[in-house]
């Protein structure tokens, strides 16, 4: 997901959070919040990315593998 629909798609649920406390629907609002933190984490991890590459020299573009948790 790119970040731009990433943005998008916070907006919306900003939207459904604040009706769903509007409306006292509590489990509504957890959840719809947990989508909120998903989707914000996922725009941070694009630009993350984007700064890492940027300041990587030019010469050094392999991508190492990723770690397993706990490795």
Do not use: I
């Given at each position: 997901?790119?970040?731009q629909t990433a943005r998008a798609g916070q907006a919306a649920l900003?939207?459904?959070i604040a009706e769903?406390?509007?409306d006292g629907d509590d489990?509504?609002?957890?959840?719809?919040l947990a989508r909120f933190a998903e989707?914000?984490?996922i725009a941070d991890l694009?630009?993350?990315r984007n700064a890492l590459d940027a300041a990587r020299p030019s010469?050094?573009?392999e991508r190492s593998q990723?770690?397993?948790p706990g490795s």
């Open positions: 997901m790119a970040p900003v939207e459904a769903a406390v509007h489990r509504t609002v957890r959840r719809l989707l914000a984490t694009y630009a993350l010469g050094n573009r990723p770690r397993r």
